[in-house]
């Protein structure tokens, strides 16, 4: 199988300060991502390439469609040939049992082990998972906003119930994670490059489509797969935005510059959450 092109990325002009520091110190910042990994991993060696083109979401706004599409059609192959990959436990790629690692979005982040959920027992399914976190951010939204707490009830059976409709699944694809079309540089022959692969990671694909659909939009339609599962999609879509209400709320609770970018995202994705009450 041809291994798809997930590459570190430094910007291209600080690709030149980060080769000569590297030449005297062995490692740069701007390469610290990279290198922490390769040492999560046992591996001798991490690979910068300075890929020059801008990134996808630019091209969408700014390019001809054709070309766009074409990008997008690249996007999809790169996915099929990621998903291929499996295994039979979810979790962080290069983190050893016991390690962690996280599905979510920003804070709302899910904790991830390691493990194999097949020989422990105590290590819950992937919607289990994905279900206990939606169920806490359920309830850290709905102490914030009067709209969620007077419909905690209904939401939180409505989660529950999606998850007893899901399938038992014994193995995991590989996956970005946070899939956007700033995570995706295009190559000076039109390929995709994907970049910010810090959260690579063995887990259910429909994790991946859900974002991809929110992040992409109309164009998510080239991206799209007939073989997921539309049980683990309800649920994962309900539970995503219920992690996008929350955590900007967590990040509000704080001393966050950009209050009112996230107050738009918390109001947005409650909107959204509640149009997925039945």
Request: aromatic fraction near 6%; charged fraction near 25%.
């Amino acid at each position: 199988m041809r291994v798809p092109r997930v590459w570190w990325w430094q910007e291209s002009d600080a690709v030149d300060t980060a080769v000569d520091t590297a030449v005297d110190t062995a490692v740069d910042m701007a390469v610290d991502t990279a290198v922490d990994t390769a040492v999560d991993t046992a591996v001798d060696t991490a690979v910068v390439e300075d890929v020059a083109g801008g990134t996808l979401e630019r091209l969408l706004a700014t390019a001809p469609a054709e070309e766009g599409r074409a990008v997008l059609r690249g996007l999809a192959g790169e996915l099929r040939r990621m998903g291929a990959a499996r295994a039979d436990r979810w979790g962080r790629v290069g983190v050893g049992v016991g390690g962690g690692g996280g599905v979510g979005v920003g804070e709302g982040a899910i904790s991830l082990v390691a493990l194999s959920a097949s020989s422990v027992p105590s290590v819950p399914s992937a919607e289990r998972l994905v279900l206990s976190r939606a169920l806490t951010d359920l309830t850290y939204a709905a102490g914030r906003d009067p709209r969620l707490r007077s419909v905690e009830e209904p939401l939180r059976d409505r989660l529950r119930h999606l998850a007893d409709r899901v399938a038992p699944r014994t193995d995991y694809a590989l996956i970005h994670g946070e899939l956007g079309p700033d995570h995706v540089l295009v190559d000076r022959t039109g390929a995709p490059v994907l970049i910010d692969i810090e959260g690579l990671m063995y887990f259910d694909p429909e994790w991946e489509h859900v974002f991809l659909r929110l992040r992409f939009g109309d164009d998510y339609a080239l991206l799209s797969r007939s073989d997921l599962d539309a049980d683990r999609m309800s649920l994962y879509a309900l539970a995503m935005r219920l992690s996008l209400v929350a955590g900007p709320l967590r990040l509000l609770d704080g001393d966050f510059p950009d209050r009112t970018a996230m107050r738009a995202i918390a109001e947005h994705n409650l909107r959204q959450a509640l149009a997925l009450l039945p």
